[in-house]
């Protein structure tokens, strides 16, 4: 019989998004705030509870699910990226920020009836972090872990350039989920106490211009301006030049939410 395929964790660095956390809030596809609202009402998810949000980055799921509880825990390693945070969830009363990481979860934080984490995980010691979670999140209680694709449909042809740029600029583009050692998120949860998965999704078209395109590159750690240095320009001045057309994408923003197997 072969062996199991382990879930090898990426090497830990919290200064990989020290300079792309300017440009995550105007450059990442926003989560639907239909999706949001799905998800809560699955996790079943009220005014009496807490949310970590873990590997927060500018809090976009913080602010999002703050008036669906009572207290949210934000966590980020990166100074920059928690910075970001702050100024955007001003007068946001129920939300605290703090510094740390997956590798820092202990009973100190107390219990969560939802853990949500926005394109983080896979940043993550997954098999160590869903283990520290299994003794933080109440009974009922669940993960979810949200992401963002883009549907191949016409609207999205341009992806395709967009992507090809950055490559061309990518100093390195490590391990991640089209390597092919890459174990799925999916397969992660189910060998752990989170096994129990149901997925969410909207559809949506949205307006997009080249500049939110060259933000979205810089948002990105591989392409971040301190990774690219002094072809940063070169590269915004491609994308640009490129895409100056672009007035729309269709974009699927996506949950796959997990509770414990045994809580039905």
Known sequence: MPEKPVATPQPFDPERYRSAAQHYERGRVPYAPALIARVAEATRLGARHRV??????????????????????????????????????????????????????????????????????????????????????????????????????????WQKVWEGIRERYEPDHGLHQSDPHWIPHQAVLLDSPFARLESFG?????????????????????TSPAHLGDKAAAMAAEIRTALADVHEEVVQTSALVAWRAEER
């Open 202 to 222: 909207v559809i949506e078209r949205r307006a997009v211009d080249v500049e939110t395109l060259v933000q979205r590159a810089f948002s990105m750690g591989s």
């Open 52 to 157: 970590l949000d873990l590997g927060c980055g500018p809090g976009p799921l913080a602010r999002a699910f703050a008036p669906f509880a009572r207290e949210v825990v934000a966590i980020d390693p990166t100074p920059e990226m928690l910075a970001q945070a702050r100024a955007l969830a001003t007068g946001v009363a129920n939300i605290e920020f703090r510094a740390g990481s997956s590798y820092e979860l202990g009973p100190a934080l107390g219990s969560f009836h939802l853990v949500v984490m926005g394109r983080s995980f896979h940043w993550m010691d997954r098999v160590d972090t869903l283990q520290r979670l299994d003794r933080m999140v109440e009974p009922g209680g669940a993960v979810a872990l949200f992401h963002d694709s883009a549907p191949a449909v016409p609207a999205n042809a």
